[in-house]
């Protein structure tokens, strides 16, 4: 017992001299969804210094492909940041730039990721021996798209599939546009919650698919998937079958 309150003590004693020696990261980022349409030559994005030593951070923007279920990343060649490496005093805010280089077709959607590294300021540096600087890392989503280009329809263009062998749900995305996944949730026959994910759950690009693990789960015990597309909650059974997706009440979505 007496060796247990020893360990307890000196585990408290770290935590409150990390939370002394710690350096939080204050960088913001606005907004956290981007999205253009293929008429617009730019859009701004704003970075705030929300503490009281001086950030850098460093702009970088990368074409966003989903290839055999999986986030492919290329370095951006059409779409650039203005300026790409910046430097923020206390309580300061900076403009960010994205520029297109040129007209984007208007017959399809574009992906980027936007991605955003904090870099230490002078104090960090200064202090990097007995401190500790968490340093963030926004990656965050752009989309282009005429006004022209169709809304999807979910009903008819997002299909759900379980794959026992692989213990995965198998999501596709058949549509002009993407499909913004979250709350997702996975019930018996019974209406019991056999798993969750609340929150964001990523994206499904236009004509791709993405498979997600749920090893916990059996084809037996998974009957239905309902899941938040696009803002809206939707749900699916799920078996061998590819299955379309049905829009359901949010009163009857659970939460």
């Not at 989309?143 to 026992?164: E, G, R, V």
Request: hydrophobic share 45%; glycine share 4%.
């Amino acid at each position: 017992m007496k060796t247990r309150t020893f360990v307890l003590i000196i585990w408290l004693f770290l935590m409150l001299a990390l939370a002394h020696y710690a350096l939080a990261a204050t960088l913001q980022v606005a907004p956290v969804n981007i999205g253009m349409t293929t008429e617009q030559q730019a859009t701004a994005v704003w970075l705030t210094n929300t503490g009281s030593q001086q950030e850098g951070a460093q702009i970088r923007l990368y074409q966003w492909h989903q290839v055999n279920g999986k986030d492919v990343l290329e370095p951006a060649t059409t779409l650039v940041s203005s300026p790409a490496i910046t430097s923020l005093g206390a309580g300061q805010k900076q403009l960010i730039r994205l520029i297109a280089l040129k007209p984007f077709a208007s017959d399809q959607e574009h992906s980027f990721r936007l991605i955003i590294d904090e870099l230490p300021g002078e104090q960090a540096n200064r202090d990097a021996h007995h401190a500790i600087h968490f340093l963030l890392r926004y990656s965050i989503p752009v989309f282009i798209a005429s006004h022209s280009l169709p809304q999807n329809d979910i009903s008819k263009t997002a299909t759900c599939q379980w794959d026992s062998a692989r213990q995965q749900l198998v999501l596709h995305n058949q549509g002009m546009r993407h499909i913004k996944l979250s709350d997702l949730q996975v019930l018996n026959q019974q209406g019991r919650l056999l798993h969750h994910d609340d929150g964001l759950v990523g994206y499904l690009l236009p004509g791709s698919w993405r498979a997600l693990s749920l090893p916990a789960l059996s084809l037996n015990q998974a009957i239905t998937l309902k899941l938040t597309l696009n803002e809206v909650p939707y749900e699916c059974p799920l078996n061998h079958t590819v299955a379309t997706f049905n829009r359901v009440t949010a009163a009857t979505h659970l939460r």
